[in-house]
């Protein structure tokens, strides 16, 4: 079993930035591939960014490439998502997720239980 606990989120203009943080619980963080999902208002949920257990592979949804970045640190159990260049459509609540498998996908294991992020114009 895991737990997950996202931090970071609030309300920051456009151009501005936050770093999203996700503490999960459990000695195998490790094998486990980390991810980013998101959620606006009225809109289904939808993949942001994901890490591999090793840290080194990553890929992102093409909406942020070249604006977030994706990293984990697993003596610490926390997986980040930093977000720079922030743009009113990226204003959702965002989600961490986990899953032994990759790539990482909306059916993951387990999920934190969200963090809000609004950016304003």
């Known amino acids: 079993q895991v737990q997950l606990v996202e931090s970071g989120g609030g309300l920051v203009q456009a151009g501005g930035s936050l770093r999203l943080s996700c503490a999960a619980s459990?000695?195998?963080?490790?094998?486990?591939?980390m991810g980013w999902f998101r959620q606006a208002p009225g809109k289904e949920r939808e993949f942001v960014a994901a890490?591999?257990?090793?840290?080194?592979?990553?890929y992102y949804a093409d909406p942020v490439k070249g604006r977030f970045t994706i990293s984990r640190d697993n003596a610490k159990n926390t997986v980040y998502l930093r977000m720079n260049s922030l743009k009113p459509e990226d204003t959702a609540v965002y989600y961490c997720?986990?899953?032994?498998?990759?790539?990482?996908?909306?059916?993951?294991?387990?999920w934190g239980q969200g963090t809000q992020v609004t950016v304003s114009s």
């Open positions: 890490i591999r257990w090793g840290g080194i592979i990553t």
């Open positions: 997720a986990a899953d032994r498998g990759w790539p990482l996908y909306d059916n993951a294991n387990y």
């Open positions: 459990g000695r195998t963080f490790s094998s486990y591939a």
